[in-house]
């Protein structure tokens, strides 16, 4: 049997949430001091709304009237007029067609991409897509082709060869709008008139994205001119609820309804879960300056870690990767993190390339002023 080195073992570990921290509590971790809470830097609660008391009111409400549980799949007793409010409203929001509920992100993904591919479809794809993309390509049996992680040029290499090797199958280019270990984004304009002039089409991952980037936290697809195929998003991050979604024109939406197991086959998204994320929907829409206030504090994040001689972090959402090199020496700035009170996650392989492991850092609206302070004193000159 294949041994995994100790130092990529992962442990599962049980968090007490406070209002703005979380105590490690677990048997198994290295941390000491169960006296000091410990600020929570590792999470996708990126504006602070899992525990906004309108969140919770407008899913205790529903919870009393329509239970815990849908208790069905959508097409048999699952569908509440909750799950169409939602669906509508955040379909207006993002001028979208048709929007479609899941329980999950990755059922999500892997639903979308099943509905858009055959083991005829040439697939290309970023090579730091997430796992659950990956399993959608490899479940539709589509010919995947990777290529280098947001690199233009290279996707439209591929994409003259699919046009040549390929003519009656259109390609598919998937790609998320922000990803979730790089904090990085592609240059979308450019990406979807590049798919525009080779006739692909365009699946787009929004998860990180929505709420925090964009016109008015939109996502950084909103009001693109070339057409976008289908995209995703998850009310587990930003919206800070749980649940997903696929966007797309009614005809690609009619079509998941009818062929796609991952819909028709699992029990329908909580109500409650579904009436915190509109009224998280309503939250953002009446804060339009809280993804600009975010952005901004990230920015201040990054400029200061590159003074304190840490790479600089690309991209200007809210995660910022510090890249730390070997496996063992992120577990070490993890623990030294740890015992200065602050949660942060070491990112291993396989998550990431192999001499890439990192500290996965998020900024949260909610984090109290000195955070950042804190920070830098406890990581010390890199």
């Known amino acids: 049997m294949h ?25 198994n971790s290295s941390y000491q001091n169960k006296s000091l809470p410990l600020l929570d830097l590792a999470s996708n609660d990126y504006l602070g709304l899992s525990k906004h008391p309108n969140l919770i009111e407008a ?26 409010s939602l669906e509508e409203t955040l379909g207006d929001w993002l001028q979208r067609d048709h929007v479609l509920l899941f329980p999950s992100g990755f059922q999500a993904n892997l639903a979308g991409v099943i509905a858009l591919t055959n083991r005829h479809t040439p697939v290309l794809v970023d090579r730091l897509i997430h796992h659950s993309l990956l399993m959608g390509v490899k479940a539709s049996g589509a010919k995947l082709q990777r290529y280098s992680h947001n690199n233009l040029d290279e996707l439209k290499k591929y994409l003259k060869i699919c046009r040549k090797k390929h003519p009656q199958h259109p390609p598919l280019v998937i790609t ?12 979308l304009k450019c990406l979807a008139e590049i798919c525009a002039e080779y006739g692909a089409r365009l699946f787009i991952d929004e998860a990180h994205a929505l709420g925090v980037l964009g016109k008015e936290g939109r996502g950084l697809c909103y009001q693109l001119n070339s057409p976008i195929t289908m995209i995703s998003g998850t009310f587990g991050k930003a919206f800070g609820s749980g649940g997903a979604f696929l966007a797309s024109n009614k005809e690609i939406g009619e079509h998941l ?22 009224e998280a929907l309503n939250l953002i829409k009446t804060h339009p300056s809280w993804h600009l206030e ?8 990054r400029q200061k870690l590159t003074r304190q001689g840490w790479q600089s972090p690309h991209g200007t959402g809210p995660i910022i990767p510090l890249l730390i090199g070997s496996d063992q020496a992120a577990l070490d700035t993890q623990k030294k993190l740890e015992q200065q009170g602050l949660l942060t996650i070491a990112i291993r392989p396989p998550t990431v390339p192999e001499g890439s492991s990192r500290l996965r850092l998020v900024v949260r609206r909610n984090l ?8 830098l004193t406890a990581l010390g000159d890199q």
């Open 257 to 278: 309804i009818q062929t796609s197991g991952a819909f028709r086959y699992t029990t329908a998204l909580a109500p409650p879960l579904c009436a915190a994320a509109l």
């Open 59 to 84: 899913a205790y409400k529903t919870m009393h009237c329509e239970g815990v549980g849908a208790g069905g799949s959508r097409l048999i007793t699952g569908s509440r007029p909750i799950h169409r």
């Open 294 to 301: 975010l952005q901004e504090t990230a920015a201040t994040w």
């Open 3 to 27: 041994k995994i080195p100790p130092n990529r073992i992962r442990k599962i570990r049980t968090w007490v949430p406070g209002n703005h921290s979380t105590e490690l509590i677990s048997y």
């Open 176 to 187: 998320e709008s922000l990803f979730s270990m790089e904090g990085t984004s592609p240059n």
């Open 368 to 375: 109290p002023e000195n955070t950042l302070k804190k920070l």
